[in-house]
């Protein structure tokens, strides 16, 4: 019988390990939630690089490796590339397109948190939605700057900065909400392509801020490449049709 192993971190992820077998294992980092209600084994904690992945996938028997994983966690996507290599077992990746920006938008890329620095001197209010990076620049927040951060998990803010602790999907409405409190002047975000976080950047075109997108990272290529998660659904399908239906 073949073997899955999912590496996740994401809802694509999460919905896709729902509907694997009991032989498959759906890995996590360790930083978020974790399921206690699939239909596979659950792992959780680094592998300890490419060849521990490789050894890994070697001793467990796995016979497909699945990179779901988030489009700016490019060390594991390039971790598994290689761990394909070293092993010969094929890997297939989600690698979701990231959002374009429509008529009236107003984005802005940036590629390190140097040149995003650089680019917020003229903001008075930013709205940070990129995750943990942030709380590592609390203590260096410019004079006359009131930031908002909204990470996974809650964290002391101090007196010029909050932090929101929140997880996806965000509503539209509630979105809106948020901003006409916050009263925000620009909004920074990873460009994640995701449904579940996209209502900002809808709040933001309302409103005619402008938008700081920090750069994708490069990601490697591996044998298949999927745009979405039904598309990918569809070929594992194929590839062992009647384990999984
Ligand atoms: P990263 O920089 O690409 O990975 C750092 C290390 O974490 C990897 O080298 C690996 O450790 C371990 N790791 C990452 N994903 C793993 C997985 N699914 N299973 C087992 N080990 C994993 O990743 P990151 O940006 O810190 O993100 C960590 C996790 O959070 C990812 O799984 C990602 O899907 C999820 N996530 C990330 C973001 C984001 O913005 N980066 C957003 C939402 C969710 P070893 O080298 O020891 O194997």
Redesign the pocket.
């Given at each position: 019988m073949s073997r899955i192993l999912l590496?996740?971190?994401?809802g694509d992820a999460l919905n896709i390990a729902r509907r694997l077998g009991p032989q498959d294992i759906y890995?996590?980092?360790g930083?978020?939630k974790q399921p206690s209600d699939l239909p596979c084994q659950l792992r959780v904690?680094?592998?300890?690089?490419a060849e521990?992945?490789a050894a890994f996938m070697a001793s467990e028997g796995i016979d497909l490796l699945l990179d779901i994983?988030?489009p700016?966690?490019?060390?594991?996507?390039a971790?598994a590339a290689r761990a394909a290599e070293l092993t010969g077992v094929p890997c297939w990746a989600l690698r979701r397109p990231g959002w374009q920006a429509g008529f009236g938008d107003d984005w802005r890329e940036v590629s390190d948190w140097g040149e995003l620095s650089a680019a917020l001197a003229p903001f008075k209010q930013p709205f940070f939605t990129l995750?943990r990076e942030p709380l590592e620049h609390l203590q260096s927040i410019p004079d006359g700057q009131f930031w908002v951060l909204r990470s996974l998990d809650g964290h002391p803010g101090n007196d010029r900065a909050r932090v929101i602790g929140a997880r996806g999907p965000f509503d539209l409405e509630d979105e809106r909400a948020l901003f006409a409190a916050g009263q925000f002047d620009v909004l920074i975000s990873?460009n994640s392509g995701s449904t579940a976080t996209e209502p900002k950047l809808q709040v933001a075109r309302e409103l005619g801020l402008p938008v700081l997108l920090l750069a994708r990272p490069l990601l490697p290529v591996v044998e298949r490449e999927f745009v979405s998660a039904d598309s990918l659904w569809q070929a594992l399908q194929d590839f062992r049709p009647t384990e999984i239906l």
């Open positions: 590496l996740g971190g994401v890995s996590l980092a930083l978020g904690g680094g592998f300890g690089g521990g992945l994983t988030h700016y966690a490019a060390q594991i996507s971790n995750g990873k």
